[in-house]
């Protein structure tokens, strides 16, 4: 049996991460995957660039049962270190809304500064393998049944992703793995994830597929973004969205704000004093686009003139441009989902090494476990610190 020091699954970006920085202490590592290519999620990331991290990472970015445990590991590797690495490499990146950095060119730089890394670190990776069987040896080390024979490690690192996006090859081995081991595995569901129509709405907004508005969107317990939304032919989608569908429960409502930093009432009383004979279409128009105008409100009460609303009528229209209540059928699911939330539970692991508590040698690293990020580089800066963190234990 060919032994190595450390011996991590799954060639993302946690994983060879993890690798590199292994690697760089003088261990003797390997790293397995069943793809056939390294990186897959980083190469589609950020519609091929690669949205790698956020200039300001902060631990309330992150959804995890324990709020503090991700504190640790992003103090030690910060999006800092990760962006020093980047302009090492001579990687050309930019930042648009909200601290997010973007590669210019290609997410392809990403996955070829990883690679190079692990290269430079003599950290081997092996790709097209599958395995069958893992078991933990009277010795303490990892015994690896794979379809290219048999391997054993000291150290044995989990780092397979979540279940979004299952064309890349996302599947729930790291969540039977885990549980293999006697760990706790919390419920996973998919997040940074579209929202889907139910039938009798798709008939009155699916023709609005394409409109993009600024909204301040707000979940039941309170979370609020203040982003882009999109309308698909599917449902709703965009930034806000994606960010809200991490604390949304099947059978909540979302309120939406369409004219955010507006105040409603008092641009309506505006136009009641300058504009009364213009009608209710026209004036909503000049805030938003006029298809979404006539879905959201009755035509009669569009083909009023402001001064024949009554006061009612001028109250319902405000509350539905400020805070539109809408009750959506579901999301895309794991299909299109940027993330997995839940997984391996954290108070299994050492937040400093990423250990499992009651099995030595084993650790878990990025999107297997129980921490996702925010939409906007968070959940990548989560695959650098962890992976970091881990390799510096091994």
């Known amino acids: 049996m060919k032994h190595h020091d450390v011996i991590i699954i799954g060639a993302g970006a946690a994983g060879l991460m993890c690798a590199a920085t292994a690697g760089y202490r003088g261990r003797d590592v390997l790293v397995l995957d069943n793809a056939k290519q390294a990186g897959r999620k980083i190469l589609i990331s950020g519609g091929g660039r690669c949205n790698f991290t956020n200039q300001k990472v902060e631990s309330n970015n992150f959804i995890c049962s324990n709020n503090h445990f991700v504190k640790s590991a992003l103090a030690r590797y910060r999006s ?52 069958n069987a893992i078991v933990k040896l009277e010795s303490g080390q990892f015994q690896l049944t794979t379809d290219k024979g048999e391997l054993v490690c000291d150290s044995l690192v989990i780092a397979t992703g979540g279940l979004s996006m299952p064309k890349l090859g996302a599947s729930p081995f790291g969540y039977h793995l885990a549980e293999q081991f006697g760990l706790k595995v919390l419920p996973t569901h998919a997040g940074l994830v579209p929202f889907t129509w139910h039938s009798d709405q798709k008939i009155k907004f699916e023709p609005l597929s394409g409109i993009a508005v600024p909204s301040t969107i707000t979940a039941k317990d309170g979370t609020q973004f203040s982003e882009a939304l999109l309308f698909t032919h599917r449902g709703l989608s965009g930034p806000a969205i994606l960010q809200i569908s991490n604390f949304w429960k099947p059978g909540e409502t979302i309120s939406i704000n369409l004219l955010p930093g507006i105040d409603v009432r008092a641009a309506i009383g505006l136009v009641l004093a300058n504009h009364p004979k213009q009608n209710l279409r026209n004036s909503l128009s000049h805030w938003l686009p006029k298809r979404l105008v006539e879905a959201l409100f009755e035509e009669t009460l569009l083909n009023k003139s402001m001064n024949q609303l009554i006061h009612s009528e001028l109250e319902q229209v405000a509350v539905s441009l400020e805070s539109w209540e809408i009750l959506m059928n579901g999301t895309e699911g794991y299909r299109t989902a940027e993330v997995t939330l839940g997984g391996v539970d954290t108070d299994e692991l050492s937040s400093k090494t990423m250990e499992a508590k009651s099995v030595s040698g084993l650790f878990f690293i990025g999107e297997v476990m129980d921490v996702s990020g925010w939409l906007g580089g968070f959940n990548f800066q989560w695959a650098w610190s962890s992976g970091v963190a881990a390799g510096q234990a091994v």
């Open 80 to 131: 800092s270190d990760f962006i020093e690495l980047v302009e090492r490499h001579g990687i050309e990146y930019h930042e648009r809304d909200h601290g997010q950095l973007f590669c210019n060119d290609s997410a392809k730089e990403i996955v070829t500064m990883l690679m190079t890394e692990c290269e430079w670190a003599g950290a081997k990776v092996k790709l097209r393998t599958e395995i």
